[in-house]
């Protein structure tokens, strides 16, 4: 070798595949991620080819045991490497799966990722930065205040300080709206929360947990809240002088059904009283121009809480709670000397800790932020349209075959059905038996007419012969 010549310098992907468990970030980082990322895809497509339908046939004895065999000891004395270990567990997992890209994987408000998501979710992943100081996330501090507002913008048309936090999803979202009307509604009187029996399960666990008094829960027969029941409660005299907190639902989770928010709005200005609206499901109808005018009135609420990884086609997590002034968030404030330092603070980094109650923090926003600029409002306003035609059509469907019996005309994306003249054990059976052989998903709803079968139809891709085929494949364990 001559004189002159340096010692030989590996290129970055030969140093990113040398090294002993290399790192995702950095510069070498996406040189060793490339092959894993043939292998996970590979994996992926291996396992749904095997399952070959929504849902692995066998029960969970069957699945538990099949996983077993294929994935060997979970904490092996010696590693298999990394392609090995990928490729036998996320093939495993794929084939175990309850695939939501399945038109026939249709029971609950689990929506198909957009691929373009999921690949900015790997993005996340491996930068990792986390949201609870500026100087762990600077780029993705700028990016979730900047998206935040922009979607908090659609729920609070005109309002230039509206603004959202982001949250694992309406569970969280629930909890920090009644945390939030807790700290503003201070008296001599423990918060009162009014809401229907139609409500998510998260608000009475969400009162339990900050020691408020169970929520005071009306009826709602009809599957909705009622205007006139709403105010016979609110003009209760003997809470006259209590603060009060109502919970409206814009889209329930049985059905589907949005509470008549103008009215409720209407009652709660009359009675002094707070109102926040769980719009997890239905609130992305806001993207649409054509279905929002369901929403007419959520903008009059104090909170609202909306999932993305429903009908926003995220991964989970995607929740979000938008409030109509960022001042509203106050309360959430919170000091811890080496994150927030009040002279840092005065200085210009921006405090994070009242954006959240968790500290660490990944930035799901990005996945977010990079489907608005992909598909933009009208793009996802179209997937929206889409599968609300879909479970319209659905509808139809079983309104046309006398096999069956349709609830209700759906108003989002759920559709209840049930063989003609089932009983309740006979319909959850034909659910239990449809799920033991891996041909469909879905789920079960109780109504005051009884035990019906749920669609919740939440991919844009759902053809009408895929709905047709779902029906066959209902009608022909009826006939058994």
């Known amino acids: 070798m001559p004189a002159s010549a340096g010692p030989t310098v590996a290129s970055p992907r030969e140093a990113a595949e040398d090294t002993p468990a290399p790192l995702a970030g950095g510069t070498h980082g996406p040189y060793a991620l490339h092959p894993l990322l043939d292998t996970t895809l590979d994996a992926l497509a291996q396992g749904a080819a095997t399952r070959s339908g929504p849902l692995p046939a066998g029960g969970p004895a069957a699945v538990t045991a099949r996983l077993r065999s294929l994935t060997g000891p979970a904490?092996?004395?010696?590693?298999?490497?990394?392609?090995?270990?990928?490729?036998?567990?996320?093939?495993?997992?794929?084939e175990g799966a309850a695939d939501p890209a399945h038109p026939h994987c249709a029971a609950h408000l689990h929506c198909p990722p957009l691929a373009v998501a999921a690949a900015a979710d790997l993005a996340a992943a491996a930068l990792n930065p986390s949201l609870d100081s500026w100087d762990q996330a600077p780029a993705a501090t700028a990016l979730e205040t900047r998206t935040t507002r922009a979607l908090a913008a659609l729920a609070y048309p005109g309002r230039p300080a509206a603004d959202a936090l982001v949250t694992t999803g309406g569970t969280e979202s629930n909890h920090l709206a009644l945390l939030l009307a807790r700290e503003e509604l201070?008296?001599?009187?423990?918060?009162?929360?009014?809401?229907?029996?139609?409500?998510?399960?998260?608000?009475?666990?969400?009162?339990?947990?900050?020691?408020?008094?169970?929520?005071h829960t009306l009826p709602t027969p009809t599957g909705t809240l009622d205007p006139a029941t709403l105010r016979r409660a609110l003009a209760d005299p003997a809470t006259r002088d209590t603060p009060t907190l109502v919970v409206a639902t814009a889209g329930t989770t049985d059905t589907g059904s949005i509470d008549p928010l103008p009215a409720i709005a209407g009652l709660c200005?009359?009675?002094?009283?707070?109102?926040?609206?769980?719009?997890?499901?239905?609130?992305?109808?806001l993207f649409s121009d054509t279905l929002r005018p369901a929403l007419d009135g959520l903008d009059q609420s104090h909170t609202i809480a909306v999932d993305l990884h429903k009908l926003g086609w995220q991964p989970i997590a995607a929740g979000l709670l938008a409030v109509p002034d960022t001042t509203t968030l106050t309360p959430l404030a919170h000091h811890t000397d080496y994150l927030n330092a009040p002279d840092d603070t005065r200085a210009g980094l921006p405090d994070l800790l009242g954006r959240s109650l968790r500290t660490t923090r990944r930035p799901d926003i990005l996945k977010i932020a990079v489907t608005l600029r992909a598909l933009g409002r009208r793009g996802l306003g179209d997937l929206v349209e889409r599968v609300h035609a879909a479970a319209q059509h659905?509808?139809?469907?079983?309104?046309?075959?006398p096999s069956f019996e349709l609830h209700a005309r759906p108003t989002l994306t759920t559709v209840l059905f049930r063989p003609t003249g089932a009983d309740d054990p006979t319909t959850a059976a034909l659910r239990r038996t449809l799920l033991h052989h891996g041909h469909a998903v879905l789920g079960r709803t109780t109504t005051p007419q009884?035990?019906?079968?749920?669609?919740?139809?939440?991919?844009?891709?759902?053809?009408p012969d895929d709905l047709r085929t779902l029906l066959t494949l209902v009608e022909g364990q009826t006939r058994r």
């Open 269 to 285: 200005r009359t009675h002094g009283a707070r109102l926040h609206t769980d719009a997890s499901y239905g609130g992305p109808l």
């Open 450 to 463: 009884g035990l019906w079968l749920k669609a919740t139809l939440l991919n844009p891709h759902t053809t």
């Open 186 to 215: 201070t008296g001599d009187h423990p918060l009162r929360i009014i809401c229907g029996a139609n409500a998510h399960h998260s608000i009475h666990r969400a009162a339990w947990l900050l020691g408020l008094p169970a929520p």
């Open 75 to 94: 904490l092996p004395e010696t590693g298999t490497g990394a392609h090995e270990a990928l490729h036998t567990l996320v093939s495993a997992l794929a």
């Open 394 to 401: 659905l509808a139809d469907l079983i309104e046309a075959h």
